[in-house]
T-cell receptor, first 114, second 114 residues
């Protein structure tokens, strides 16, 4: 069965601190996709990144970076020099290669204080 | 370029009633997925529509049904509402096909059952 675990329910940091959000996944598929979404208080899920199972290269986009390690089934997300606007709930998600279903973790609520 | 739009924004119903939620996909997208997000939880996949047919379904009872129209818009219908159906209902659209394209989400419909 497929499963996504985000063990950190809530994280609170002070502005400019670096923060890492953990994501561990389970799947028997050899081909799959991993995603991160951000959900601000408005409710809309904002797509941040997609990774397929064959691409383990880490990715950096501005202050955001992602570390994908198949050996530990993890896909962690780091925000460098956090800002108040980063405050939101962040979801990690997994999907099969040919299906549309996204399996989400429980989410991590990040609070960045000034 | 309009994103995913959902209506209504909020809805209050009583137990036993029926409800219809609506979704217009992002321009150029032909696939619509529906998710239920209970408070404090990650979204749960309800079903996905492609070419006006239900392509994949999650673990939801038959009280949950849907439809996709030729213009790719979609409706989610829930019959015999229960208190436990209170949640944020999210619609997501994507481009169909074999590759798992990122799903883009709307702001959701917040459904409250009294």
């Amino acid at each position: 069965a497929q499963k996504v675990t985000q063990a950190q329910t809530e994280i609170s940091v002070v502005e400019k601190e670096d923060v890492t959000l953990d994501c561990v996944y389970e799947t028997r598929d050899t081909t799959y996709y991993l995603f991160w979404y951000k959900q601000p208080p408005s409710g809309e899920l904002v797509f941040l990144i997609r990774r397929n199972s064959f691409d383990e290269q880490n990715e950096i986009s501005g202050r955001y970076s992602w570390n994908f390690q198949k050996s530990t089934s993890s896909f962690n997300f780091t925000i460098t020099a956090s800002q108040v606007v980063d405050s939101a709930v962040y979801f990690c998600a997994l999907s099969e290669a040919w299906g549309g279903k996204l399996i989400f973790g429980q989410g991590t609520e990040l609070s960045v204080k000034p | 370029d309009a994103g995913v739009t959902q209506s209504p924004t909020h809805l209050i119903k009583t137990r036993g009633q029926q409800v219809t939620l609506r979704c217009s996909p992002k321009s150029g997208h032909d696939t619509v997925s529906w998710y239920q997000q209970a408070l404090g939880q990650g979204p749960q996949f309800i079903f996905q529509y492609y070419e006006e047919e239900e392509r994949q379904r999650g673990n939801f009872p038959d009280r949950f049904s849907g439809h996709q129209f030729p213009n790719y818009s979609s409706e989610l219908n829930v019959n015999a509402l229960l208190l436990g159906d209170s949640a944020l209902y999210l619609c997501a659209s994507s481009l169909g096909g074999g590759d798992q394209q990122p799903q883009h989400f709307g702001d959701g419909t917040r459904l409250s059952i009294l």
